[in-house]
């Protein structure tokens, strides 16, 4: 990491953000574009910036600084988390917190942080709001069923929860709709390429382009296992605990589970699925562990098939994905 001057960790709240210098220490500047302003002139030439992907507070800095010919790394909360927990820290404050992720870029190496298009963005931006969408949904559909259990005490409450359904059903629509459009203009031949995959749909085609910003963001497949959350866990230690496999919490949610529901049709269609998902039933395994590393197939085909540009063959992705 002694290729650059300094590194700065920065930590990022809603109105300032907390930044500490490898040489320099401890300094605080305004969220908005005159703090950005203010931060680049106190930045040596040759300097590493890096900062956690915090939502929507890290992306506003993490573009600005890029298009300044600022190297920028935006790195995975867990990965900080991690690391503090590791030092075994006592002290959690916004300076101490940036101060971790400068000690953390000191011994690791950091990705590089690309700057979004504007689709890209707005597709980002689409997804997230999509999966809130998604989440009111769910929501009202408990609602819904609760009132159903009580008999309906209340026919205009139900009616209400009813129209708020359909509503965010059409809103959810539209999303897809949309993002299906923008994808399509910049990635038509990656989203092609992903549907000749059996068991991967339109849909799961769509969002792994989006959230993997084009399979851009990552080097490995098993990278894009761990941010996705499709590896399994097993909790096993010494001769007394012996838990079931589950899929890690940590990653996309939408996508795991739009992935595990792929992997009931990757069994019966996809030849590599279907022996991964045989050998480990066969072994006495349980069918949901089958499906977690059907999932974690399928997510492999799909790095496998995007990196090469080439299309689904069975004996090619068999090699590449393993």
């Known amino acids: 990491m002694n290729k650059y001057k300094e590194i700065f960790g920065v930590d990022i709240s809603k109105d300032v953000f907390d930044v500490y210098g490898s040489k ?10 005159s703090g950005f302003k203010f931060f680049l002139k106190r930045l040596p ?21 890029y298009k300044q010919s600022v190297i920028v790394s935006v790195v995975n909360p867990l990965s900080i988390k991690r690391f503090i927990q590791m ?15 400068c000690d953390y870029g000191k011994i690791n190496e950091v990705p590089l942080y690309n700057a979004l298009t504007e689709v890209q ?38 009616r209400s929860l009813i129209r708020v359904k359909k509503h965010l059903e059409r809103e959810i629509k539209g999303i897809e709709e949309k993002l299906l459009t923008l994808v399509k ?5 990656q989203l092609t390429l992903l549907t000749s995959i059996p068991g991967i749909g339109l849909k799961t085609a769509l969002f792994l382009i ?28 010494g001769s007394s605990v012996r838990g079931r496999a589950r899929i890690s919490k940590v990653g996309n949610r939408k996508l795991r589970n739009l992935l ?41 085909q799909s790095f496998a098939i995007a990196k090469s ?14």
Not at 24 to 33: I, R
Not at 271 to 282: A, L, M, Q, S, T
Not at 287 to 293: E, N, Q
Request: net charge positive; with cysteine.
């Open 309 to 322: 540009g080439l299309a689904y063959d069975e004996t090619y992705v068999s090699v590449l994905s393993k």
């Open 260 to 300: 595990f529901l792929c992997s009931f049709t990757a069994c019966k269609h996809n030849k590599g699925c279907r022996e991964i998902y045989e050998r480990i039933v066969n072994k006495g395994k349980s069918k949901k562990l089958a499906l977690i590393a059907v999932s974690n197939k399928l997510l492999k």
């Open 210 to 237: 989006v959230v993997t910003d084009g399979f851009k963001k990552f080097e490995t497949a098993s990278q894009l296992c761990s941010y996705i959350g499709i590896t399994p866990t097993i909790r096993e230690s």
């Open 121 to 158: 963005s707005e597709c980002l931006q689409l997804f997230r709001w999509l999966d809130s969408l998604i989440k009111k949904r769910t929501a009202t559909k408990n609602k819904i069923h609760g009132e159903e259990v009580l008999g309906i005490p209340s026919k205009w409450v139900y």
């Open 185 to 189: 203009q910049e990635q038509q031949v």
């Open 24 to 33: 320099s220490g401890h300094n605080q500047f305004k969220n908005d574009v």
């Open 45 to 65: 030439k040759n300097s590493l910036v890096i900062m956690e992907a915090t939502g929507y507070y890290h992306y506003r800095l993490a573009q600005f600084l």
């Open 87 to 101: 030092k075994l820290a006592k002290v959690k404050t916004d300076k101490s917190d940036a101060k971790a992720i």
